[in-house]
């Protein structure tokens, strides 16, 4: 099980959401988004996002991204990735 400290980044001068690996944040229409590590950006309209005081979010249930990258399953809990074991 590995795990990555993720970053809560905020819409840039133009408007615009730009995620690097683990990131995450609210798009231009307010909906959670995020870089899973390794993989493409997704977004959370199907998981429920708790914002905690510091900023960070926990999403659940699990996410799972397929990409071309493969498959990442696992969590982000207080802004920290967490994938499941295989």
């Keep these: 099980m590995s795990k990555m400290i993720g970053k809560r980044v905020y819409l840039d001068e133009r408007g615009h959401l730009r995620l690097g690996d683990g990131d995450y944040g609210k798009d231009e229409s ?19 996002v708790t914002e905690h005081e510091d900023g960070t979010i926990t999403v659940s249930p699990s996410i799972l991204l397929t990409d071309e990258n493969g498959e990442w399953h696992g969590f ?3 802004g920290i990735w967490r994938t499941l074991p295989n």
């Design 30 to 48: 307010g909906v959670w988004c995020a870089r899973p590590p390794g993989h493409h950006m997704g977004n959370f309209q199907n998981h429920k």
């Design 76 to 78: 982000l809990e207080n």
